[in-house]
DNA sequence: GAACCCATCATTTTT
DNA sequence: TGATGGGTTC
């Protein structure tokens, strides 16, 4: 086939029986998996309509599609390209009925399910320190994974008292899911299998429609997805897996790195092609990559190469502290730009995502715009969810849990009180909630309330109506108006409400965006598509920024220019992980490194701090194992010093000059990252990050924090003060009348002080922000 | 019913 | 350090 090597091409055209594609980083991969779906239609006659194509991401299987559409003329739109778990609910969707449930089942997401779960604890009286809701998910999670149902697990734990109680949580768990008309989303995965094993006739179906199957990232597989593909693949066999051991990163949610490391044996006649010529990363970086991974046991044997340059050295550099480092990162990503290299073409990657917010600060002060990829979506906001509420309850009625969200937001009187007493009532008398307030006039109780109750229902009512009349938008305009929620915000005026507003703008965009551009738009799609694809991604990728993200959301990503932070040990490799009695963690996480470095096509800067603050302490850091272990000749090593030495009076000795950057050795101030001239941190500041939802916090637009002091806090002395064993408040040397400086709000002058036990409350007006109440000991207030 | 205050606790995450 | 949740108080 044109354009590809020799192994490329073996692994397209070998079309029949069982085939694994072990697709190193950078090695082609999905032109492979395109290319091969082309020359099934093309050469093979396959029709379109027999073809699936598994992805774990949505964003994965929308690339996949566009290409597919791009190389096979005629049919590409039957090919079902599409995750797990939209696969599952398309399938569930029509056959959900006879396992006993409804069509129209709605989706929990993470946040949804700790609701039920919380319930339950509190049901079972369960103390959650012994059961924390985390875990009791987690283990729920894990269950489902591995096609237990609680009767099984209990088993298969061995009935032991904390067993049961977790099965216990289970059981209630599901019964709450199903009255509630609704599916997790291990659910999806659990349900389809489930609806096979029970219904050979349904699985036959679908086994008759994909007579050639592809899954992608295959190492990422759990043993679910394991279950299903091969209930599939069993009568036709044409089963095709694509992955990289060592790409495996994501056990800790499932993945079963087994399953491809074990293909060979669950089909022993299956073929194995391996894509060993990287494509990406000059000579000097994957080597580097090669060198590291060599370190782990037990993986498929095979070693990338490639015939490109040499390239620069991979640079290491450990700075004195994490600003030390975001600063130089900055400086590097300025001068990289300034050479006229675009800033989409750089990314900084992480291992978690709390190190995201340092590096922001930095890019704001320098004026450097960049996107965060991955974090907290646009999904999770608040203003959304309880929109979102509404659409749900008007699409399930069954859904309690929606229901309790929006009973009283906006805030109509409905009390927790009156809320319990129906839900009493509506388990007493087996009906579901929504019913029960049907009858609120028969709630012993519930009479004061009663009247709110039947406007809440009756607006329900409405609301279906409308949806049912005029379409999806204007359910959204409807939910907006008849709730005020839009004048509530209004009212408001805050920078935090405007933010809001804009996120809502933005889902009526994407309501009205479905709703044109689907053929039958429907509440149903809609919410399943907003619970299926929570990446906010879409759309606005034309803009020039940096990419910041973790360096799990980095895989399958590439980027010429590429930085990983924080390269210390028990950052990177987490102290998890190093904790952990399990020997693969460890691996884990050098797979992880392996990924990050194979993102890198020309630079790679790999970067630690000697001191970094970690959960409210500083802590003396020690450099990663990772950077010892790429081979000598392949690295540079620069450095403000040697890791893990620092001198303890290094910082008392910047004590008093806070109102500079907290920054050694000329960087910061002399360098052009100093406060002055930047974009300033308060309101109104230009949405860097991205604005649509703010999702990073710092850029002026955003929703998360909700005080305007809580981001971009300044570096204040007091965590200095205690390094050096002093006592933090102390006296004041200011009075009413003078002036003072604040480290984020400036100038201003102090109106009144009270003195509050051992320490002050300031008033202070502000020039630029007006009147705030602080604490003297916290506001490190300078006398001018 | 809502505003505070204090204690507690912190990977990685897509669907 | 910081977010978050439960408990307390008004």
């Given at each position: 086939m044109e354009g590809l090597n020799r192994f490329q091409d073996e692994a397209c055209s070998y079309t029949e029986g069982p085939l694994l594609i072990l697709a190193g980083?950078?090695?082609g991969k999905t032109r492979v998996l395109t290319h091969r779906i082309a020359h099934l239609i093309e050469d093979k006659s396959v029709n379109p309509y027999n073809i699936l194509a598994i992805t774990f991401t949505n964003k994965a299987a929308n690339e996949m599609r566009d290409r597919v559409d791009k190389i096979v003329g005629y049919g590409a739109e039957s090919v079902w390209v599409s995750t797990f778990h939209s696969m599952c609910v398309r399938i569930l969707r029509r056959h959900m009925e006879v396992l006993g449930g409804n069509n129209n089942f709605t989706i929990y997401d993470t946040d949804e399910q700790k609701t039920v779960v919380r319930e339950v604890l509190k049901l079972l009286n369960l103390d959650p320190k012994q059961y924390p809701e985390r875990g009791m998910l987690s283990a729920i999670s894990k269950a489902k994974e591995e096609y237990l149902t609680p009767d099984k697990y209990e088993q298969e734990q061995g009935y032991n008292f904390r067993s049961q109680k977790i099965a216990e949580v289970y059981r209630e768990y599901q019964k709450r899911l199903k009255q509630n008309n609704a599916l997790d989303f291990d659910d999806l995965i659990f349900k389809t299998i489930e609806l096979f094993e029970h219904h050979p006739e349904i699985l036959d179906i679908y086994q008759e429609r994909f007579k050639y199957i592809m899954v992608d990232?295959?190492?990422?597989?759990n043993h679910t997805q394991f279950m299903l593909v091969k209930m599939l693949a069993a009568k036709y066999r044409n089963l095709c897996v694509v992955g990289d051991d060592d790409q495996s990163i994501y056990k800790f949610r499932g993945a079963n790195i087994y399953n491809i490391l074990n293909f060979e044996e669950e089909y022993p006649d299956a073929k194995v092609v391996k894509l060993e010529q990287n494509y990406r990363s000059t000579a000097n970086i994957l080597n580097a990559a090669n060198g590291v991974i060599a370190n782990n046991e037990g993986r498929k044997d095979k070693r990338l190469w490639t015939d490109k340059e040499d390239g620069e050295k991979v640079v290491y550099e450990c700075f004195d502290n994490e600003y030390s480092e975001a600063e130089n990162v900055v400086r590097r990503i300025s001068q990289l730009n300034g050479q006229g290299k675009n800033l989409s073409d750089m990314a900084v990657l992480y291992r978690t995502n709390n190190q995201s917010r340092i590096i922001e600060e930095k890019l704001i002060m320098a004026g450097v715009p960049y996107k965060l990829v991955g974090g907290t979506g646009f999904y999770d906001r608040k203003e959304i969810r309880d929109v979102l509420g509404y659409l749900k309850t008007v699409h399930n009625r069954d859904d309690e849990i929606s229901i309790r969200r929006i009973i009283n937001t906006p805030r109509r009187g409905i009390g927790d009180t009156t809320v319990n007493r129906i839900v009493e009532y509506a388990y007493q008398n087996n009906i579901d909630m929504f019913s029960a307030m049907d009858m609120i006039d028969e709630i012993p109780g519930a009479q004061r309330a009663a009247g709110k109750i039947k406007e809440f229902t009756e607006l329900i009512y409405t609301l279906s109506d409308i949806y049912n009349r005029d379409g999806l938008t204007a359910l959204y305009e409807a939910v907006i108006e008849k709730t005020d929620y839009a004048n509530i915000l209004k009212a408001e005026g805050t920078d935090e409400a405007k933010s809001r507003l804009e996120n809502l703008e933005e889902l009526k965009n994407k309501i009205v965006n479905y709703e044109e551009g689907s053929e039958y738009p429907n509440l149903t799609e809609l919410l399943e598509e907003i619970s299926l694809v929570a990446?906010?991604?879409?759309?606005?990728?034309?803009d020039d920024r940096v990419s910041l993200m973790t360096l799990h959301s980095a895989k399958g990503l590439e980027f010429p220019y590429v930085f990983m932070v924080g390269m210390e040990e028990r950052l990177f490799p987490s102290g998890m992980s190093l904790d952990s009695d399990d020997p693969d963690a460890l691996e884990e996480e050098r797979r992880l490194c392996y990924v990050g470095i194979t993102r890198a096509m020309k630079e790679l800067r790999l970067s630690s701090a000697s001191t970094r603050m970690v959960n409210g302490s500083r802590n003396y850091c020690k450099e990663s194992r990772f950077i010892g272990e790429i081979p000598k000749n392949l690295i540079v090593r620069k450095g403000e010093?040697?890791?893990?030495y620092m001198q303890k009076n290094e910082f008392g000795g910047r004590r008093g000059s806070y109102d500079d950057d907290y920054s050694f050795g000329g960087f910061g101030g002399s360098s052009g990252f100093g406060r002055s001239g930047s974009q300033g941190y308060g309101s109104g500041s230009q949405g860097y990050g991205d604005s649509l939802y703010g999702s990073g916090g710092f850029g002026g637009s955003s929703a998360k924090k909700s005080t305007s002091s809580a981001s971009a806090k300044p570096y204040s002395s007091v965590s200095l003060d205690s390094l050096k064993g002093m006592p933090s408040g102390g006296d004041i040397d200011y009075k009413v009348g003078d002036t003072v400086k604040h480290i984020k709000f400036g100038k201003g002058t102090v109106k009144e002080i009270v003195k509050t036990g051992s320490d002050y409350e300031v008033v202070v007006d502000f020039d630029r922000v007006g009147e705030k109440k602080m604490f003297a000991s916290l506001a490190r207030l300078k006398k001018l």
């Open positions: 980083a950078g090695s990232e295959y190492q990422d597989t990446d906010a991604d879409t759309g606005i990728e034309q010093r040697a890791p893990g």
